[in-house]
């Protein structure tokens, strides 16, 4: 099984900040990792696919990289509606596993 | 619009079975894969498996492989989680998810369910 272990766990920022979280593959997965966001009380949205690839509908300020095991999402300029907890999915395996998600506090 | 509905909230108790059910629509059904993800109280997402609506093939994760059966019923575009005998521990919210590409096993999930939560206790 292939293992995704983000950092860090909890993130407090305040707004226009900007936020990075990683997620790190324990084997190489190409670029078949995706972002999703949950707020509380809701189900996840994909933000970013494929490590890099935009999604219609999804602001401009979340984007990510990376490729093989190490990947991040990159938020620009923080607003109060970000707060949510994130989660890494990998896809290269026939098993998709997640990381164990970010959750981020604004202040 | 695309979407999955799931069914309502379910209490049981530990030893019972249930079924808990995922329905597309605006969308072929036959022509995307439908994943199955817990997330206990607190708890980050873990996939539990998939099935592919057009011919009920399956795949698990080797962490609920044994515990769960996914089906399918594409007469009415409905997919099913069931368990035949509820522990307290499967207390947790269920989502159904849609991959983004048609015959696609592995992908990132675009359409969700609303999620149904499922609590045992007695």
């Known amino acids: 099984e292939i293992v995704l272990t983000q950092s860090p766990d909890f993130q407090s920022v305040t707004p226009k900040e900007k936020v990075t979280i990683t997620c790190r593959a324990s084997q190489s997965i190409g670029s078949s990792l995706h972002w999703y966001q949950q707020k509380p009380d809701q189900s996840p949205k994909l933000l970013i696919k494929?490590?890099?690839q935009s999604i219609s509908g999804v602001p401009s300020r979340f984007s990510g990289s990376g490729s093989g095991t190490d990947f991040t999402l990159t938020i620009n300029s923080l607003e109060a509606e970000d707060a949510a907890t994130y989660y890494c999915?990998?896809?290269?395996?026939?098993?998709?596993?997640f990381g164990q998600g970010t959750k981020l506090e604004i202040k | 619009e695309v979407q999955l509905v799931q069914s309502g909230a379910e209490v049981k108790k530990p030893g019972e079975s249930l079924r808990i059910s995922c329905k597309g629509s605006?969308?072929?059904?036959?022509?995307?894969?439908i994943s199955w993800v817990r997330q206990m109280p607190g708890k980050g997402l873990e996939w539990m498996g998939r099935?592919?609506?057009?011919?009920?093939?399956?795949n698990y994760s080797p962490s609920f492989q044994g515990h769960v059966t996914i089906s399918a019923d594409k007469s009415i575009s409905t997919a099913y989680l069931q368990w035949s005998s509820l522990k307290a521990s499967d207390t947790a919210m269920y989502y159904c998810a849609r991959p983004l590409g048609t015959m696609i096993a592995n992908d990132a999930f675009d359409i969700w369910g609303q999620g149904t939560m499922v609590t045992v206790s007695s």
């Open positions: 494929y490590a890099s």
């Open positions: 999915h990998q896809s290269s395996s026939l098993q998709g596993t």
């Open positions: 099935i592919d609506p057009s011919d009920s093939y399956t």
């Open positions: 605006g969308y072929s059904f036959t022509s995307y894969w």
